[in-house]
């Protein structure tokens, strides 16, 4: 059973920056697609970046240019540094991982953390 675990969320103003990060087993880190989604009170659970085992990484519009997702796979860590933040990107962030290529389809993903809370406030 792959086990992911989220750090780095917090409560910060609008503009400001967060990094959070997801640790993980070496197996999931080198062969698996890892991606970070979000879900918002309310609202679905959606994807916001994700970087496959071949290492192409993909970030959805909502968030180009503000966040960056990257892996150290020394560490066995996915990082999603998140810049210019808007109260919009409030949201628990949730770490995931899939055997299978990335997609935004939260169904094809069966590895997930606990979840890291972010507040943005304006």
């Known amino acids: 059973q792959a086990q992911l675990s989220e750090s780095g969320g917090g409560s910060v103003q609008a503009g400001g920056s967060l990094r959070l990060s997801c640790a993980g087993g070496?197996?999931?880190?080198?062969?698996?697609?890892m991606a970070w989604f979000r879900q918002a009170p309310g609202k679905e659970r959606e994807g916001v970046a994700s970087?496959?085992?071949?290492?192409?990484?993909n970030v959805v519009d909502s968030v180009q240019g503000r966040f960056t997702i990257t892996k150290d796979m020394a560490k066995n860590t996915i990082y999603l540094q998140m810049n210019s933040l808007k109260p919009d990107d409030t949201a628990m962030y949730y770490c995931?991982?899939?055997?299978?290529?990335?997609?935004?389809?939260?169904?094809?993903?069966?590895?997930w953390g606990q979840g890291t809370e972010v507040t943005v406030s304006s």
């Open positions: 970087f496959d085992s071949d290492g192409t990484t």
């Open positions: 070496s197996k999931i880190f080198s062969s698996y697609c």
């Open positions: 995931a991982a899939t055997h299978w290529q990335c997609s935004w389809d939260k169904n094809d993903f069966a590895y």
